[in-house]
């Protein structure tokens, strides 16, 4: 098994208000700390980690995030980070001088209306500003895009202007809630969004969705996501359970997906440190977690992504590893 990627959450404190996440506008005073992250990346590197993504809350109001990328760069690991944008065209230049590889903003309407969304005034251009700035310095630039009833006929017009922005990846991923989502106007509408974004975007040249449509490719799934809220998910075994790790650093929780960790598992489903074990990716009650996810994941997952859904199945299907991170 070779664990590649690893993600760590570094705090929970936001500066933004999105109405679809835990962590809106919270004032948590937790900062991981420079000692402890240093062991966390000799773990890392035990473990043949190749590439560490910071994750939050609001990864840039962490005040050693410099530090962090700084540290990981000296030790030979590339790192990403994901934020709001809203501090990045200040902050940007220092994290490439220091080695930052990738920048992941997530960004979900157009204008103010994400502005509104997200309740932080003039955020969109802001975060626009960034990414080019980002580009200009030669950090590869991603998007991330959660799609739901409220967003989705604003998709054509975001693909434009990610692509007039040089942004190199996207990921396109269906809003996940707790309760059925309703698209008023008819799957008919929906789908003609999707052959839109994907199929003319393609033709155009544009930037073009990683992985699966947001709302899945086939019957079955868009089934599960339209009656079920339901969101595509790997179809055969679980692939990224092998490739990934997310440590939230304040609760000393490390699950073996970075998209496990918000939908409120029971324990025997992640692998809990107590205050006096010794943080480590690779000991044998992790490896029996991941091991019951690769079999089970795509039967009780309930928050896959259109990225991770979609490289789980070209890996189930040969495709030779890939840097689908990055």
């Not at 967003?151 to 990846?169: C, H, R, W």
Request: hydrophobic share 35%.
């Amino acid at each position: 098994m070779h664990i590649k990627y690893l993600f760590i959450r570094i705090l929970e404190s936001c500066n933004a208000g999105c109405w679809f996440c835990g962590f809106a506008k919270s004032g948590d005073s937790y900062r991981l700390g420079l000692n402890e992250y240093q062991k966390i990346i000799e773990e890392a590197k035990k473990a043949n980690v190749e590439y560490i993504r910071f994750t939050g809350g609001e990864t840039l109001l962490h005040s050693n995030i410099v530090d962090f990328v700084r540290i990981a760069n000296e030790n030979g690991l590339k790192t990403s980070l994901i934020t709001n944008g809203f501090l990045l065209e200040k902050k940007i230049e220092e994290l490439s001088e220091n080695g930052l590889n990738q920048v992941i903003v997530s960004l979900d309407e157009v204008g103010n209306k994400h502005n509104e969304i997200r309740s932080l005034p003039m955020l969109f251009e802001r975060a626009l500003k960034g990414l080019e700035k980002a580009r200009e310095l030669g950090v590869k630039t991603r998007v991330n895009t959660v799609c739901g009833p409220h967003n989705y006929k604003s998709m054509p017009e975001l693909q434009s202007i990610f692509t007039d922005a040089g942004v190199s990846y996207w990921e396109l991923s269906a809003l996940k809630l707790d309760e059925k989502i309703i698209y008023e106007d008819g799957l008919d509408e929906v789908n003609n969004i999707v052959e839109r974004v994907y199929l003319d975007g393609k033709k155009q040249g544009k930037l073009v969705p990683f992985g699966k449509y947001w709302c899945g490719n086939t019957e079955e799934e868009q089934t599960n996501y339209f009656d079920h809220s339901l969101p595509p998910r790997a179809a055969g075994k679980c692939q990224m359970v092998n490739l990934v790790r997310y440590y939230d650093a304040k609760n000393r929780n490390l699950y073996v997906c970075s998209l496990l960790p918000h939908r409120g598992l029971d324990k025997k489903y992640y692998r809990s440190f107590n205050s006096i074990e010794e943080f480590s990716l690779i000991d044998q009650e992790t490896q029996e977690v991941a091991e019951y996810f690769y079999h089970n994941g795509p039967s009780v997952c309930h928050g896959c992504s259109s990225t991770a859904s979609g490289c789980s199945d070209m890996l189930s299907m040969g495709e030779k590893e890939f840097e689908f991170m990055y």
